[in-house]
């Protein structure tokens, strides 16, 4: 869906054949769009969903510039876009764009693909084709810690609770209805949104992955993460739910066996190491 040392470059170089590999991306020329410069890899996430990406003031820590605005982007979907484009010798160029607007933009070809904790589902796989996951989430819930439900041990433990969580995810369309007599709200626009409301009271729960959450009890102190993994309690979610990939436009193969090299070079410890260093140097952590 997220131990603080930077993955080796090396690690993703030392596969056999993924210089030629490279070569033939831009062989085959990979869709570029916008001034058609086929160096120029273009990569949309929403800039507001830490630790996966967030928007800062300035470069610090290796920050990419976003398109016509002069804020910048990081975070762990940002590392692994720069590490896809320096593979391709691409320089990376960051989209700045809603959740609801992301795949339109792959299909559309305003940009080349998505990086930006977008979970393989079977419904977004009709309309783009997605790479190996690139993380693998775990559904958490949030609550406050002087909530009646702070010592819930299940998911049956938060019947009657009022939650809600952002917008098109599986947190609200799939892990919130199996709330038992849940008061389910309104969808919330953004991941930054949805923690305002619990911290406001507006709700009394809030599912969302565990990188989001472990991000989110920095800002808020007052915040407690349940975890209900590994137990038969938990959320009833599929691996394409919780499984996160890079999607692209269909018809680009070539950038999807490209990015694929990539990640068959990584392994989940380095993934999860990776995501430990964003949630050190989100800004919330500051």
């Known amino acids: 869906m997220k131990n603080s040392n930077r993955i080796s470059r090396r690690n993703f170089l030392k596969a056999a054949g993924f210089t030629a590999a490279a070569a033939a991306l831009a062989g085959c020329g990979a869709k570029k769009i916008g001034d058609g410069d086929d160096a120029v890899l273009t990569v949309a996430m929403e800039c507001a969903y830490a630790p996966y990406n967030w928007t800062q003031p300035d470069d610090a820590n290796g920050a990419v510039s976003i398109r016509g605005s002069s804020d910048f982007a990081y975070g762990y979907d940002v590392m692994m876009a720069k590490k896809i484009a320096e593979s391709l010798g691409q320089t990376l160029q960051i989209v700045k764009l809603d959740w609801d607007s992301l795949i339109p933009a792959v299909q559309s070809g305003d940009v080349d693909c998505v990086i930006a904790g977008q979970s393989i589902t079977a419904e977004r796989a009709k309309m783009v084709a997605f790479s190996d996951p690139y993380y693998y989430a775990t559904i958490v819930t949030l609550v406050k810690k002087d909530s009646p439900y702070a010592s819930a041990k299940s998911v049956a433990d ?112 380095d993934y999860n190491a990776m995501m430990d260093e964003a949630i050190s140097v989100q800004p919330l952590s500051e």
């Not at 992955?209 to 938990?234: C, E, I, N, R, W």
């Open 158 to 269: 938060l019947a009657g609770a009022t939650a809600t969580s952002q917008l098109g995810t599986i947190w609200y369309d799939t892990c919130l209805p199996q709330i038992p007599s849940g008061n389910i709200l309104a969808a919330q626009e953004t991941a930054p949104a949805m923690l305002v409301a619990l911290e406001s009271g507006a709700c009394d729960v809030v599912v969302t992955d565990h990188p989001t959450a472990q991000a989110a009890l920095v800002a808020y102190p007052d915040f407690v993460m349940l975890d209900f993994s590994g137990t038969d309690g938990d959320f009833q979610v599929s691996d394409e739910d919780v499984n996160i990939g890079v999607s692209m436009a269909k018809d680009n193969a070539a950038l999807l066996k490209a990015v694929n090299e990539v990640l068959g070079t990584m392994t989940k410890d």
